[in-house]
Structures are given as C-alpha cells and as structure tokens.
C-alpha cells in the first residue's frame, strides 16, 4: 500500500508559480509511474503530467506546456511539478498518483494509488 502526500499548492497570481511536492511511503516509489492531474470545480478530473519510473520520460498536457515540468527523486520517494506563468484557468485541486504500469499513463483508472489532493487558486 504505498501512501502519497502533496504539499505546495497556496493562492498565487496570474504569472506565478508554485512548486508541488508529492513524497510516497509504504511501497517500493521507483517502481511506478507518476501522474499529477487536476479537478477544477465543476470539471471532471484531467491528466496534466507524467513521469516514467527511471524518470528518463516525461510527458505534459497541450494547454501547461512550456510552463509545467514534472520530475522525480527516487532517492526522496518525490515527485515535483514547478508551475510557472500560471493562469487562472490553472486553478483546481491537483493531486498525484501512482501507477503500476511501465510508460506513462493519462487515464484515471491506470492509477492504482492517490494523494489527498492540493489546491492551486491562480487569482486574475
């Protein structure tokens, strides 16, 4: 059962950024996938970013790209999205999860374990 918590989510302002953090415990962290999605209110779940397991392969969303970037410390058990120029639509709780797959996944249902949840407010 591995465990996952975020940290790093706050208020910020429209050309921000934050980082997130996301540690894992309880299971063997480089052996999965790291996703981050995000719930904006009212919308349904979307993927955002990925990393593959060595770390080596990432892969990010259309509307975050050239802005977010995922990356991974095995030897912390973290997982870490740097946001930057954020923007309002970037608001919602964004979570991170983990994967027992070998390449990086975006739907919800390949991610066996979840964390809580962080919320990222981007004010206009």
């Known amino acids: 059962q591995v465990q996952l918590v975020e940290s790093g989510g706050g208020l910020v302002q429209d050309g921000g950024s934050l980082r997130l953090s996301c540690a894992a415990s309880g299971g063997t962290f480089n052996i999965y996938v790291m996703g981050w999605f995000r719930q904006a209110p009212g919308k349904e779940r979307e993927f955002v970013s990925g990393?593959?397991?060595?770390?080596?392969?990432?892969r990010v969303v259309d509307s975050v790209k050239g802005r977010f970037t995922v990356s991974r410390d095995n030897t912390k058990n973290t997982v870490y999205l740097q946001m930057n120029s954020l923007k309002p639509e970037d608001t919602g709780v964004y979570y991170c999860?983990?994967?027992?797959?070998?390449?990086?996944?975006?739907?919800?249902?390949?991610?066996?374990?979840w964390g809580q949840g962080t919320q990222v407010t981007v004010s206009s």
């Open positions: 990393i593959s397991r060595s770390g080596g392969t990432t």
């Open positions: 999860a983990a994967a027992p797959t070998i390449s990086i996944k975006t739907m919800m249902q390949e991610y066996r374990y």
